[in-house]
């Protein structure tokens, strides 16, 4: 094993895809599922970080590098659902969230796209056909 599996497993898509795999069900989502993200493709991260890098635009300058797209838990954890077990019914039960979650993360990425011409360009569904295997 390789990398910190501890820090890997805080995150919400590799502990879906390992309690899935796992054969949890019903899956286990912390809260209500309703908790809106902005899942950004690593790849697409990496870019916009290097555009950052070479750009003198960038000097002195922050940006949300991230996708624009709002994904809530619950839909995520269907579509994780969905690339693992296929059409099996889908089944979830709601564990106590943390105490202080945030309901709603949703970057504001005009700045980015504005001046670096950056903008995230793989989807959620892409992502997780790289992710799951």
């Avoid at 870019?47 to 940006?63: H, K, P, T, W, Y």
């Avoid at 105490?99 to 997780?128: C, M, N, W």
Wanted: aromatic letters at 8%.
């Amino acid at each position: 094993m390789s990398g910190n599996v501890k820090l890997a497993m805080s995150h919400v898509v590799p502990d879906l895809v390992q309690k899935v795999l796992k054969g949890q069900d019903p899956l286990h989502i912390l809260g209500n599922g309703n908790q809106i993200r902005h899942y950004t493709y690593a790849g697409d991260l990496a870019e916009g970080i290097r555009i950052c890098i070479e750009s003198e635009m960038a000097i002195n300058q922050d940006f949300n590098l991230s996708t624009n797209v709002s994904t809530s838990v619950l839909e995520l954890a269907e579509l994780i659902w969905e690339k693992i077990k296929g059409n099996k019914p889908f089944f979830y039960t709601s564990d106590n969230p943390f105490e202080y979650d945030v309901q709603k993360r949703v970057p504001r990425v005009e700045k980015a796209k504005k001046i670096l011409g950056f903008e995230a360009k793989t989807s959620l569904d892409e992502s997780l056909d790289e992710v799951i295997p």
